[in-house]
């Protein structure tokens, strides 16, 4: 062997460790990413689960939430949904309406962003540069049996059954 022959082999071999090393950061910072949007993603569906039961028990939106080790922030947005309905179907439910004092526009809307917090590396407001997670649900508020939990929650706690019941006699 020559030395030129070494010296190109010495080259190309710290050509393949140098290609060989961005590919693990780049697979590396990869996976981070991907857990922090998971974990947004989770932290979405939570939270809309915990304003499902029950809208106290959500953190206040200046608050950052705890998953694993890093820090959220999220904001919620609930609207309510009309619904418009055939021609047919509003005489049909004309006739029903002495029977059921519920609305057909009881639906809501709900609206979540979750997103790392600037402490984690990303930031206080919304910033889609982000790991983040958006979600929409459409549910109905009237619904109790949401899961077990839920209905065991509703019926030990005369607060949040009163709460419920008059969610029925308001509408």
């Known amino acids: 062997m020559t030395l030129l022959e070494v010296v190109l082999a010495i080259a190309a ?57 890093d820090l959220y922030r999220y904001d919620l947005h609930v609207a309510p949904v009309a619904l418009h309905p055939q021609r047919h179907v509003m005489r049909a439910m004309a006739r029903r309406r002495s029977e059921s004092p519920v609305s057909i526009d009881r639906l809501e809307q709900i609206t979540i962003r979750v997103w790392l917090s600037e402490e984690s590396g990303g930031a206080n407001r919304f910033d889609t540069s982000v790991p983040h997670a958006q979600i929409v649900r459409l549910i109905d508020p009237h619904y109790l049996n949401r899961n077990p939990d839920s209905g065991q929650k509703l019926f030990n706690d005369p607060n949040r059954w009163t709460h419920a019941i008059q969610r029925f006699t308001t509408s």
């Open 13 to 69: 071999l710290g050509l393949v460790a140098a290609s060989a090393t961005t590919t693990l950061s780049f697979l590396y910072g990869s996976q981070v990413r991907e857990q922090r949007r998971l974990g947004a993603r989770e932290l979405a569906h939570r939270l809309v689960l915990i304003r499902l039961d029950d809208p106290s028990d959500l953190p206040g939106a200046s608050e950052k939430i705890p998953y694993a080790q």
